[in-house]
C-alpha cells in the first residue's frame, strides 16, 4: 500500500523585501508571457512567491537540487509541470499567500482564498440544486475552493471540464472518471485553503498524512 503524504510549503508576501531581480529569474520564454498576463507588480510577486516555493520544498524533501524557474513548464492545458520530474505539485496564490504542495505518487490540487463574502447569485455558476441539497449550508467560498483545487488535482489532465465537477457529499467531488477526496488545511487567519487528492473508492489507501511548513524566504 503505497504511503500518502502531502507535503504543503507557504509563505506570505513581505512588501517590504526588495523584488529579485528579473535577470536572476532564468524565467523561460512561455513562463515570461504567462507571468507577464497579469496586470499588477503584486500578482506578479505572488505568481513567482508560489514557483519559489515550488524549488525550495524539492530542495528540502532532496527531490531535487538546484534548478530554477527557467524548467517551469505548461502543458497545452495550462497546467504546469517540471521538465526531466515526474512529481505532482499544484500552486495557489491570493493577496498575500502563495502555498504549493508535493506529492510523490499521487496527483494533488490546492487553492487558497482571501476570505472574502460570495453574493448569493454567484453560486449558481458553479453549483447546481441537486449539490446543494448533498452539502447543506457550507459557506460558498468553501465550496468554490474545494472545486478549484479538485479541478487543478486532475481535471486538465483528465480533460474534464470544470463544470464536471459535483459534490457527492460534504468533502468529496465525483467527476466522470473518479472521486476526490477534499481537505481543508489551516494556512493563516484570513484565508481558507483546501487540498484535493483522488481517492478511488476500489483501492486500499494508506492514512494520509499531511506535513505543512511556513517559508519565511524562499530565495
Known sequence: MPSRTLYVYWAEHDPYLPPVPETDLHLSDRVQQRWKRYRTLQQ???????????????????????????????????????????VHFSLSHSKQVAVCVLSADMPVGVDVQEWLPVPPDSEGLFIVTDEREKIGSADRLVLWSQKEAAYKAV??????????????E???????????????????????????????????LAPLQIAVERVLYPY
Open 44 to 86: 506578479q510577486n505572488m505568481s513567482l512567491l508560489a514557483k519559489r516555493l515550488l524549488f525550495f520544498g524539492l530542495q528540502q524533501l532532496q527531490w531535487r537540487i538546484g534548478g530554477d524557474l527557467a524548467d517551469f513548464c505548461y502543458h497545452p492545458s495550462g497546467k504546469p509541470y517540471l521538465a526531466e520530474l515526474p
Open 155 to 168: 481535471g486538465s489532465d483528465l480533460g474534464i471540464s470544470f463544470s464536471q465537477f459535483r459534490f457527492s
Open 170 to 204: 460534504p468533502q468529496r467531488v465525483a467527476c466522470p472518471q473518479m472521486t476526490l477526496e477534499l481537505i481543508p488545511q489551516f494556512i493563516r487567519q484570513g484565508y481558507i485553503c483546501c487540498l484535493a487528492v483522488p481517492s478511488p473508492d476500489s483501492l486500499p
